[in-house]
């Protein structure tokens, strides 16, 4: 059965400092990873998928297979990252499945 | 970008009464939409899948004639949750994907449901 895993509920670093966030995956097929952000007191939005390769707002994440990971990091951490951030799994069945989500606190 | 409208965003209803849940995408058509519950401080947790014109797919453990699903248009899904009792209070999200091809989903604000 798919699974994601977020094992940090809550991860606070100091401003300028490198974070990351913790997302393990359980899936038999080849997945799809995404991370999802949701900003205090707005809807959650797409941050990034693994497929694009992308840097978004200085964030990345690779998808390691062989650790079945998909961590997201940033080198330095900015106080308007706050948010609560969501690891997702994408399924052949086109169902979208989320970890628990990790709360960043960004301190001045 | 995208919009996804949930309707109500807040509902009060007695125990044994149905609710009426409403997600519209406005901006676009949608030939999917999710419907997920959130419980305090816990994950989103994908109830179906909504699929227009067709019957929703459930996930394991959702009661299907308790959560009725219709997503008669490419635009609106509706989540009725049927004689409503204190336990299905929770956070409802839907969900709509724009482009098949892509893993985006446009979340709607949600609906905070509290059966007395």
């Known amino acids: 059965a798919q699974r994601v895993t977020q094992p940090e509920k809550l991860l606070s670093v100091f401003k300028g400092a490198p974070v990351e966030l913790k997302c393990n995956y359980s899936y038999s097929g080849s997945p799809e990873l995404f991370w999802y952000v949701q900003y205090s007191r707005q809807r959650l939005q797409l941050l990034l998928r693994?497929?694009s390769r992308e840097s978004i707002k200085g964030f990345t994440a690779d998808l390691n297979k062989g650790e079945t990971s998909f961590h997201l990091k940033k080198p330095f951490a900015q106080e308007e990252d706050s948010a609560m951030y969501y690891c997702a799994l994408r399924g052949s069945g086109n169902q979208f499945y989320f970890g628990t989500g990790t709360s960043l606190t960004v301190i001045p | 970008g995208a919009v996804v409208s949930q309707h109500p965003s807040r509902v009060i209803c007695k125990s044994g009464t149905s609710v009426k849940i409403e997600c519209r995408s406005l901006?676009?058509?949608?030939?999917?939409m999710f419907w997920y519950r959130q419980f305090p401080k816990q994950s989103l947790m994908l109830m179906a899948t909504?699929?227009?014109?067709?019957?929703?797919?459930?996930e394991q453990g959702v009661e299907k004639d308790k959560f009725l699903i219709n997503h008669a248009s490419l635009t609106l899904s509706t989540l009725t949750v049927t004689s409503a009792h204190p336990e299905d209070s929770s956070f409802y999200i839907c969900s709509a994907r724009m482009d098949p091809n892509t893993g985006e989903l446009f979340f709607g604000e949600g609906s905070r449901l509290t059966v007395l």
């Open positions: 693994h497929i």
């Open positions: 901006d676009f058509q949608a030939t999917t």
């Open positions: 909504s699929n227009e014109g067709s019957k929703a797919t459930y």
